[in-house]
């Protein structure tokens, strides 16, 4: 059975190669051009393109130069164009690039204490799932039930993203939340 398969195969094979023949491209057929004429054009095309981006990112030292950005960009410049206009993409690189909230996360990071702040996050989240638990089994209305479960929603919220990482972080993180808000406040 193997030998057969092994025939059948081989048959196929050289059935496909015999059928495919020579070379239809008459520049294949010539000789076609230089091989590393081919390669440094598509590497000076590489680095149009690379420049080109580097003209439109704000991040880059390139950003803003002189005949930058080219007025007839490709299909896949025009996106990248258009998603650098678009006024999040502006808000979040008008964010990163903010000194106060780079340093202050870069801070954050590296501060001794962050895992404390996991502890707590948790410590934290098993108190409100009491206090829920504990709130909601007192009512029995559907709306009372509605209110507990928002302003204990909003507790939650405000205690775990303001006052305990403020509690562990202490300035740093209040400086670095400051210049989050006012970065992305500002137009």
């Known amino acids: ?38 390669i440094q054009k598509l590497n000076e095309e590489q680095q149009k393109a690379f420049g080109a981006i580097n003209a439109l990112n704000p991040m880059s030292a390139q950003y803003g130069k002189p005949g930058a950005p080219p007025q007839n960009l490709p299909a896949g410049m025009e996106q990248l164009q258009k998603l650098l206009n678009h006024p999040a993409t502006k ?11 780079s340093q202050g996360t870069e801070q954050l990071v590296n501060h001794p204490k962050r895992m404390y702040l996991v502890y707590f996050e948790v410590g ?35 205690i775990g993203v303001g006052v305990v990482p403020w509690f562990v972080f202490g300035d740093i993180y209040s400086k670095t939340l400051s210049g989050f808000v006012e970065v992305l406040m500002k137009k």
């Open 91 to 101: 808000s979040y690189l008008r964010l990163f690039s903010s000194p106060e909230f």
């Open 124 to 158: 934290w989240l098993v108190i409100f799932l009491i206090l829920r638990s504990w709130r909601l089994s007192r009512t029995n209305h559907w709306f009372k039930k509605l209110w507990v479960k928002t302003w204990t929603l909003l507790l939650f919220w405000v």
């Open 1 to 38: 059975m193997r030998a057969l398969l092994l025939a059948l195969l081989s048959v196929c094979l050289s059935a496909t190669v015999f059928a495919a023949g020579p070379s239809q491209n008459p520049q294949a057929q010539q000789g076609g051009d230089d091989p590393i004429a081919e």
